[in-house]
């Protein structure tokens, strides 16, 4: 038998602020499962939380695909290959770890066949936070040789993320890269955007700005290579700030994790023909009209879906290349509860993980 957490009651009256949220969120006994043809069974060691997580848990409608009742969530996972079904391809690498995809459809080139209703962990599509999972060969991939399973889970998302998001901004030689925040993301972004640019451009030194609401917070981004701070509590305005850093010109890229409520300064802070791509929608909707930043500026606004199997792969063979290692925050099995509730309340940086 194997252990899952499980989505079971839900209540149009909950919001992803309620505090009875988590009760939502139960631990059940299940068979452990047996795959079938061209499939392997994962011993999940380590979960990841995003913040959709806790959307996908409320149901809130602020995230696009509902919640099923006696869903597991959590789409970021690694482990390792228990057992394999009749002809797969990992029938050789029994006991290896691996990092499970975290979608169903993405495997290389563009976006237009992903659907997000199909990811892990949401929708009717079981999740990473249980003991076992049984998946398709094609949806499992070899883990980082030089992280352990709580760094390697929380690289999923994060990494392969933070991978599409440099990609699509052009990241190259000289480019300045401002990061928003210190979650698991803004830190993988941090990471690889300091060496992507030897990978994929022949150079080393990307300069990357980030921001933060606490200096302790903007020690840690230092550690990981920012090479100037700016904290957005004590300085609202931090457009201005980051203009400033960059002799008024803005920066080339710009990664918005925040969403509404910070488009328009991330657009002021990018320079002419600059990129703002974003990936989260952390605050509140409010109306904003971007035309003239936009057309004025020649800027780009690009939306990021998520990740390819391919940018995860890629982001893996980064990690191990340059033997990069995500900030992360370890909560054991029973106490996921409270790591949801740490997720929340945005006061960890780096990404939460759960022993599974």
Request: proline share 4%; glycine share 10%; hydrophobic share 45%.
């Amino acid at each position: 038998m194997s252990q899952a957490y499980q989505i079971h009651v839900l209540d149009p009256s909950h919001s992803h602020t309620s505090p009875t949220l988590l009760n939502n969120l139960t631990l059940n006994t299940l068979p452990i499962p047996v795959p079938g043809p061209g499939e392997v069974l994962v011993r999940i060691r380590a979960a990841a939380l995003n913040y959709r997580d806790i959307l996908v848990v409320a149901d809130s409608p602020l995230y696009t695909a509902r919640t099923s009742a006696g869903l597991t969530p959590c789409a970021d996972g690694a482990g390792t290959i228990e057992a394999v079904g009749p002809n797969s391809t990992w029938s050789d690498s029994i006991g290896e770890g691996v990092l499970l995809v975290n979608n169903t459809d993405w495997i290389d080139g563009d976006v237009e066949g992903y659907k997000v209703h199909h990811t892990l962990g949401c929708g009717g599509v079981q999740g990473t936070l249980r003991q076992y999972a049984v998946v398709s060969d094609e949806f499992v991939v070899r883990k980082p040789k030089n992280l352990g399973f709580e760094e390697a889970a929380a690289m999923v998302s994060a990494g392969g993320t933070a991978m599409n998001a440099l990609l699509a901004g052009g990241v190259g030689p000289g480019k300045t890269v401002l990061t928003q925040g210190t979650g698991g993301v803004s830190c993988f972004a941090i990471l690889v955007s300091t060496v992507a640019v030897a990978l994929y451009a022949a150079a080393m030194g990307a300069r990357v700005i980030a921001t933060s609401s606490s200096d302790e917070k903007l020690e840690s981004a230092k550690k990981l290579g920012a090479s100037e701070v700016i904290n957005y509590k004590t300085t609202p305005e931090w457009s201005i700030e980051a203009l400033a850093l960059t002799d008024q010109r803005g920066v080339d890229v710009l990664i918005d994790v925040a969403g509404a409520q910070t488009v328009e300064q991330s657009l002021q802070a990018t320079r002419q023909g600059g990129t703002v791509v974003m990936i989260g929608f952390l605050t509140e909707s409010k109306p904003s009209d971007l035309v003239q930043l936009l057309l004025f500026g020649a800027k780009t606004l690009k939306g990021i879906l998520g990740n390819s199997k391919v940018m995860l792969e890629q982001a893996v063979a980064l990690t191990e290349e340059h033997d990069l290692h995500p900030e992360i925050n370890v909560f054991a099995w029973a106490d996921a509860k409270k790591a949801f509730e740490a997720l929340r309340a945005q006061n960890c940086v780096g990404k939460i993980v759960i022993l599974v």
